[in-house]
């Protein structure tokens, strides 16, 4: 059994950004499924997604990897390949601490590396299937679009990207319905309103959520042709993109 996420639930005076630290990291099973609508069905769907679109001799990432779950999800579809090898790679210490030793505890021929750096210094290449699992709305703005260009370019011919984000919506009723479904979704799953609104304060100004459509015009611009949402869940959802075949 993991611990239990109760990091918000005592009131703090001054809430101080979110940070993947190691009180972060020693919970974070527990807040990713708490929080996120949608996560365990988009862990397993990588998998599926990994299995026919991993091609032989192929690099897949796992960029943002936390505690390596997508990872794991990318290893368990990777039997009838040869040749693969996973990157996954974050910038917190204690993730990758973490990610290091799980991964190591299950065995499997597939090797994976493990790396403590930021996604944005990591040089793409020879890659089948590229994960980005809420990672890129971490990043600053400005940065999205060189990422999301360096993924393009280092993806083979048919490689695809899954990039799953919480997402902002233009028109208000629906932003409104859509935040307030969330909500409930989290009370649903024991948190408190105070739990809700400390962690809401220390997320404000370091999780920067856009819409899909500037989600889209963003993977255009960096060369991705062929973009579709394949899941959503309140205001929670993934993207496939694929880049064209020769
Ligand atoms: C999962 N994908 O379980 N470079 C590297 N890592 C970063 C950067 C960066 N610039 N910015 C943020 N991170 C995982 C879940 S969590 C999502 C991903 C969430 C890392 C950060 O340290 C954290 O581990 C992860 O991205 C985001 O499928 O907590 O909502």
New binding site residues.
Partial sequence: MGNTDNIYSKAVENISGFT?DEQVAQV?PD??KR??PG?EKI?QTIAMITKRCAVNNSNLY??????G??TLSMRSALKETTGCKIIA????EA?VKRCSATIASYRSDIPVDVLN????NIHIENASVV?L???L???TPEKRLQLLRNIYQGLRPGGVLVLSEKFVFDDDPTHQLLIDLHLDFKRQHGYSDLEISQKRSSLENV?IADTVTEHYQRLQHAGFKHNNLWYQCFNFGSIISIKEKI
């Fill in positions: 993947f974070f807040m990713i929080s996120v996560y862990i796992d960029l943002g990897c936390s505690l779950a997508a790679v974050d910038n917190s993730m750096d930021d996604i944005c994960v699992n809420f990672t709305q971490f990043l999780l």
